[in-house]
């Protein structure tokens, strides 16, 4: 069988790892190809901080957070290996602030050591009368694609540097399924009026002795529409912004402006840092993440899709869970297609 | 006509140079000479990774050592919330203390002093498995290759004077000043004829680990992981009465050893640098004052030494209660002395 991923962020990548690790020895011959216009380390999840948390609340998605949890403990998984410093995972704990007392998120079981905080680390964030302190993880995405792509060349996955116009495109050239993880870009194979732009901007700085990511919630204006600060293995990630429908991927003055005082106010010691990048991303944005088959009729035969895309905010976070699903699903069509292991014989 | 009190701090660590500051900034008619062979990054203040916590002395009360705790933590607490912090060399830092056996006192004394302190989740031990017990809490980071630096700056703004000189005796001081006080750790032992005074051996290695975001301890003390600003400091030994200065290969193996067990990312970090200092330990501190008489003069000797490896957690806290004692003295003194 040959599969077709359609790009080359931590979600195409991972979900191709799941593809093969599920079925490279029930189907024969498997032919994994990823095509994207970027790569690693031009893609969003490269410019994303890394940092493993879901927004606060599921909102009743539970698949979501189920998902979120499987990447969770996978990701742990790998921590008692020196192999996990080269995937670019690594524990950090640190403070989400809220200015008014708020529902526990639906992460807390998730994570590890999850608490309120006490009344002497709120004096430390004057203005924040609320919030937790959990360890969670980070994956750097311009250490993790590298690897994943890594994992994937090993084991004969092939890359192609190409813009995919149509899912027709890749059907003609012989590919049995097609996988859809172009993210932000979907919209243009195929029009999802739910996709929209979330977008983002992000200050790089050179603070290490900054060790706790700090993330506060302001709920009249939306999730990471106030400020954060999230030290990573060597530059501090200082957001942020979460402007929907926004598809400017220019970095702005006025938000570099109001971001940087925002975290300084928050985070006193910023004021000597130094400002190393600006960088501005689009979050793809969706009411729930499209992850389910689709049959897209062009002639006589259907092509098989599975699409995997609108992971918002946070496509490190459930990445894992929702590779394993898409596999799943793909195993659906192994099964359909009498490629499975009874069709050996 | 007042006449300024000359007031000689020996020693150049974080002891002298916290008790100077405080001597210096609370009493401004005082003239604070600061005196000693080693400063930064010489001293053995500056090899010490600086995480605070405690132990528990014996003889001295405990009230006095939740005070000496206290007030250090609440003082650097404020350094590291503030634009200063990085100049000081200050910084929160949040990890795991854990025990293979569980111990005596689940609950320390100074509990309640760090942030957020609280037992270990079964979960969080899982990470830990020749470990049964842990406790997670905040503290704080006080490098003093930055923070005698920054705290150098505050003594001299406050019309301190600093002189790089060894001092023998007692004796060469009696003359030329009113008050000694004594800030000099293990060199106590010549200084001052302190038999109880003694070194404990300490080796660490400076890792080059950015991904490391937490401490990691070992109750026992000889094992731990302490990320600090440029790099993580891992150690250690704790070999009583060794004054061997050199590093020892056997303790570099041992130390990589047992902190990559604990941390098994650590087989990937590039070693930048190995140290040894010599912990300057006593059975408990000595802050207290006396007289004692030199070249026929009866003079007054405030002493702040034998702090072990507790000398950056509890330095302030030391100085402040140092700074009573110089108070203290100089009530007592001659009305040459006007407050």
Sequence with gaps: ?345 | MMKSVRVVVVGAGVIGFSTAVCISEALPFCAVTLMADKFSPDTTSDGAAGILFAAQFPDIPLQRQRRWFKDSFDHLLAIAQSQCAPEAGVMLSSGWQIFKEIPAVETPFWSEFVIGFRPMTDVELKRFPDHKFGQAFTTLKCECSTYLPWLEKRFRKAGGQVEQRKVNSLQELSNSFDIIVNCSGLGSKILVGDTQVYPVRGQVLKVEAPWVQHFIRDGDGKTYIYPGIRSVTIGGTRQEGDWRLQVDGGDTKGILERCSRLEPSLNKAKILSEWVGLRPSRKNPRVEREVVQLQGRSVPVVHNYGHGGWGVTLAWGTALDTLGLVKQTLHEMAPQAKL
């Design chain 1, 1 to 345: 069988m040959r599969v077709a991923v359609i790009g080359a962020g931590v979600i195409g990548l991972s979900t191709a790892q799941s593809i093969y690790e599920h079925y490279h020895s029930i189907v024969s011959p498997l032919t994994i190809e990823v095509y994207a216009d970027k790569f690693t380390p031009l893609t969003t999840s490269d410019g994303a901080a890394g940092f493993w948390q879901p927004y606060l609340y599921d909102k009743g998605n539970v698949q979501e957070t189920k998902w979120n949890k499987e990447t969770f403990d996978y990701l742990l998984s790998f921590l008692k290996s020196p192999e996990s410093i080269k995937m670019g995972i690594f524990l950090e704990s640190g403070y989400n602030l809220c200015s008014e007392p708020a529902p526990d998120p639906s992460f807390k079981d998730s994570v590890l050591g999850f608490r309120q905080l006490t009344e002497r680390e709120l004096e430390i964030f004057p203005g924040y009368k609320y919030g937790w302190f959990n360890t969670a993880l980070m994956v750097e995405g311009k250490t993790y694609l590298p690897w994943l792509m890594e994992w994937l060349r090993n084991r004969g996955v092939k890359f192609y540097h190409r813009k995919i116009k149509s899912f027709k495109e890749l059907a003609e050239t012989g590919a049995d399924v097609i996988i859809n993880c172009s993210g932000m870009w979907s919209g243009q194979l195929q029009p999802d009026p739910d996709l929209k732009p979330g977008r983002g901007q992000i200050l790089k700085v050179d603070a290490p002795w900054l060790k706790h990511w700090i993330i506060t919630h302001d709920f009249t204006k939306g999730t990471y529409n106030s400020p954060y600060i999230i030290p990573g293995s060597r530059l501090v990630t200082v957001g942020g912004v979460f402007q929907v429908g926004n598809w400017s991927e220019q970095n702005s003055s006025v938000d570099h402006k109001e971001i940087w005082e925002k975290a300084c106010q928050l985070e006193p010691s910023l004021k000597h840092a130094r400002i190393v990048d600006d960088w501005s991303g689009l979050r793809p944005v969706r009411s729930k993440v499209r992850l389910e088959r689709e049959a897209i009729w062009s002639g006589e035969t259907p092509i098989e899709v599975i699409h995997n895309y609108g992971h918002g905010g946070f496509g490190l976070t459930i990445h894992r869970g929702c590779a394993e699903e898409a596999a799943r699903l793909f195993g659906q069509i192994v099964e359909q297609k009498g490629k499975g292991p009874k069709a050996r014989l």
